[in-house]
């Protein structure tokens, strides 16, 4: 994203997957502290038996928390003005490519086809929000206009998604 060198997205990086490793260990300790307890103390084992296991648990998740802070910190996330800016690219880059199709296929083979069905959803959820605006305000065909473009966007959105799952079948 714009404003984060490659320096700093490594780093963040970093940080996540350790953050990933810590939630990892924590749920591990977990099982494996209970487990133990269990065997141990059998059907007799109570909370105070589980306790290191849910103390190593809570000091994983704050781990993951504070690391995941720390990389937010070294490397923030896209505004919202980046975030549009970054779809703007995308689109233009799609408009401009000499075979739509083959682009499309290369956007789809880095996960990027996925996130247009939460955005059709999305918008879709804006349109009725604007359909119960303008009912509100008496205007009755902006109202139709806005449902029916609510119904086109969710429809677009559940064949994009039964095409997404006819390709992973």
Do not use: C
Request: glycine share 8%.
């Amino acid at each position: 994203m714009p404003g984060v060198t490659r320096l700093q997205a490594r780093a963040a990086g970093i940080v996540r997957r350790a953050a990933g490793l810590a939630d990892t260990i924590g749920r591990a300790a977990f099982i494996g502290l209970a487990a133990v307890a269990l065997v141990r103390r059998g059907g007799e084992a109570g909370l105070a038996d589980l306790l290191p296991a849910l103390a190593a648990f809570g000091l994983a998740q704050i781990t993951v928390h504070l690391l995941d802070d720390a990389a937010e910190w070294i490397a923030p996330g896209p505004t919202w003005q980046e975030a549009a800016q970054a779809l703007y690219e995308t689109e233009k880059k799609l408009a401009t490519s000499e075979d739509r199709a083959a682009a499309v296929d290369e956007l789809n083979r880095y996960g990027g086809v996925f996130p247009v069905i939460g955005i059709l959803r999305a918008l879709a959820l804006r349109s009725r929000a604007e359909k119960g605006a303008a009912e509100a305000a008496g205007d009755t065909q902006e109202a139709l206009a806005q449902e029916r473009m609510a119904e086109a966007l969710t429809a677009a959105a559940r064949e994009m998604d039964a095409d997404v799952e006819r390709a992973w079948s």
